[in-house]
Nanobody, 120 residues
Framework: QVQLVESGGGLVQPGGSLRLSCAAS????????IGWFRQAPGKEREGVSC????????YYADSVKGRFTISRDNNGNKVYLQMDSLKPEDSAVYFC?????????????WGQGTQVTVSS
């Protein structure tokens, strides 16, 4: 069964850090571009970061550049999103997704999401 599962969300104070994990089962993540997306209540889903298939090029939304870092653990079949210097506006449900071609594709598989809340 093909599945993506996110974990690592939670409640953190402004300025704090969280590391989200995206674990795959039923397929190998390093053959896919992996994107992280987020959606806050009443807002559209937005792309946060992506790591490409071939050379591991990374992409970040301007709003998270310099604070978030995406990385792969090919042995563990996981992708991580390290989030530092968190702000209240980072609060959202975070999803990971896999695309067989590129970070700009339609994304073949999606996880269920993990909640991130940044609040004092």
């Amino acid at each position: 069964q093909v599945q993506l599962v996110e974990s690592g969300g939670g409640l953190v104070q402004p300025g704090g850090s969280l590391r989200l994990s995206c674990a795959a089962s039923g397929f190998t993540l390093n053959y896919y571009a992996i994107g992280w997306f987020r959606q806050a209540p009443g807002k559209e889903r937005e792309g946060v970061s992506c790591i490409s298939i071939s050379d591991g090029t990374t992409y970040y939304a301007d709003s998270v550049k310099g604070r978030f870092t995406i990385s792969r653990d090919n042995n563990g079949n996981k992708v991580y999103l390290q989030m530092d210097s968190l702000k209240p506006e980072d609060s959202a449900v975070y999803f990971c997704a896999a695309d067989h071609s590129s970070c700009y594709g339609e994304y073949d598989f999606w996880g269920q999401g993990t909640q991130v809340t940044v609040s004092s």
